[in-house]
Structure formats: structure tokens, C-alpha cells
């Protein structure tokens, strides 16, 4: 048995979303998280700033002696991998890979679609990945550079005006377009899954990213299990009573753990 713990990192609050998985299916593992709130969003930044925070982030983590990361940040993940992962001698696990094997096995018509922020889509990282694996697909994407801020400020019920009318803005060409799968290529997505779903529809598969990398760490992460009873400490770089407020809407539930504040340089 490998008791270190588990580093996961996002940009904010969204790689919470990938700790619950974990925390379901691995509980017995210890988890360090680390928010980098201060800096949110990644997803706007250049591909230069974004590694940096990239190296920044694992480097605090690995001060933890952790035995892997999980890099629960869809940004982070298309810009950053393959090539952060030969700098360090720990598996450093992304989110685009099991998202796009999901998505692959869940499609009926071929008709995939990827939503994520700028520099996701930029990257096409999600595109590369999936025509990998099954080159004949249709995919469609969509830049949503305003969810983000939306579900950092809590602005996450799928009744709320200004989040209905971005999430039809973004969504209705891939809508118009037929996909019958969609990749929420950003962790933050999930939590404002009812209101894609509900625009997309019943028959649209959400492929959850965070959900994803945690059974894929299960299944192929090349670690050994820890044995403890889990637990859990959350670091963030800003706003640590924002995050204790909203923390729990993304681990579905109340919030274990203690919470600290890192100060990283802006």
C-alpha cells in the first residue's frame, strides 16, 4: 500500500468536482487540493503564463510528497500535457484523455460536441485526442469563456436568467449541429450540468470530466491504493471564506477537511 496522498489542482473551485469522484470511489486515499482562486481563470491566459502556473502549482503539491496529480483543470490539461507530464518523476494524470475516451463509447451518430474555455478550444486538444481514437467523428465546439466566472460567483441555478442565456448563446450551434455526446471540457461545467442538459436535452450524453480522470486513476492511474480512512486538506490562493461558501455545491455535500490559504505570486 502507497499512503502519500493525492494532489489535485484547478485554476478555482471547479476541480472539487474531480475530488468528489475520488473521494466515492477511493476512500481510503488522503487528498491535498489545491485551488488557485487568485488566479482564476486560466483559460483566458497565454500558453506561456498558463505553464507557469502549471509548473507553480505542482511544485507547492509536491512539497506534500504526493504520488500523484490529478490535473482536475481542462485549460491546465489541453495546454500543458504531454509536456509537463516528462518534467517530473510522478504520474501527472489530465482530464482530456478519459473525457475523450467516454465520449467515444458513448456516441451513437458520431456527432461529438466540446465545450470549454478559450484556450481549451484553442489548443484542440479534445479534437486531436478524439480523432485519435475514432477518426471518422463529427465534432463540434464552442468556446464559453463566461461560465467560468459564473459558477466561481455562484451563479449556478439552471433557473437564473444571465447563466440561461449564456448557455443558450454558447450552445445553440452545437444543439442545431445533431451531437448526440458533449464533453464538458472544463471541470467547472458539472455544476451547472442541469442547465445544459436542460437545453440540450435528454437524448444528449454529458460526458463529466472530473468523473472521468477518477476512473481512469482507478482503473489505468498506475498507483498503488492507499489503506487510511481518507482525508482531506484544501489549500486555495485567495478568498478563503468564498470558497468555504461554495465548496459544497461541488462535493456534493458538506465540506471535509481543513481549508488554508497559499499565497502564489499574481
Do not use: W
Amino acid at each position: 500500500m502507497d499512503t502519500r496522498p493525492i494532489g489535485v489542482f484547478d485554476s478555482g473551485l471547479g476541480g472539487l468536482t474531480a475530488v468528489s469522484e475520488i473521494m466515492r470511489l477511493l476512500p481510503g486515499e488522503e487528498i491535498v487540493y489545491f485551488g488557485d482562486t487568485a488566479r482564476v481563470p486560466y483559460g483566458t491566459r497565454s500558453k506561456d503564463t498558463i505553464m507557469r502556473y502549471v509548473r507553480e502549482d505542482i511544485d507547492f503539491l509536491k512539497t506534500f510528497n504526493i504520488k500523484a496529480v490529478i490535473m482536475a483543470c481542462g485549460t491546465a490539461s489541453s495546454v500543458s500535457l504531454p509536456q509537463i507530464g516528462e518534467e517530473y518523476d510522478i504520474p501527472i494524470i489530465g482530464v482530456v484523455k478519459p473525457a475523450s475516451l467516454a465520449a467515444t463509447s458513448a456516441t451513437r451518430n458520431g456527432k461529438i460536441g466540446i465545450i470549454g474555455t478559450p484556450a481549451t478550444i484553442k489548443s484542440r486538444s479534445y479534437e486531436r485526442e478524439i480523432l485519435t481514437l475514432s477518426p471518422r467523428a463529427e465534432l463540434h465546439t464552442a468556446a464559453c469563456p463566461l461560465f467560468v466566472p459564473l459558477v466561481e460567483n455562484g451563479r449556478t441555478d439552471p433557473d437564473d436568467v444571465v447563466l440561461f442565456t449564456m448557455v443558450e448563446e454558447y450552445l445553440t450551434p452545437i444543439k442545431n449541429a445533431g451531437v448526440d455526446t458533449l464533453i464538458m471540457g472544463c471541470t467547472h461545467y458539472p455544476i451547472i450540468e442541469r442547465a445544459i442538459a436542460a437545453f440540450l436535452g435528454d437524448s444528449v450524453t454529458l460526458i463529466n470530466p472530473g468523473l472521468e480522470a477518477a476512473k481512469y486513476l482507478t482503473a489505468d492511474g498506475g498507483i498503488e491504493r492507499g489503506s487510511g480512512d481518507g482525508s482531506y486538506r484544501f489549500f486555495v490562493s485567495d478568498d478563503r471564506d468564498g470558497f468555504l461558501e461554495n465548496a459544497s455545491k461541488f462535493l456534493g455535500g458538506k465540506l471535509c477537511g481543513t481549508v488554508m490559504l497559499k499565497e502564489m505570486e499574481k
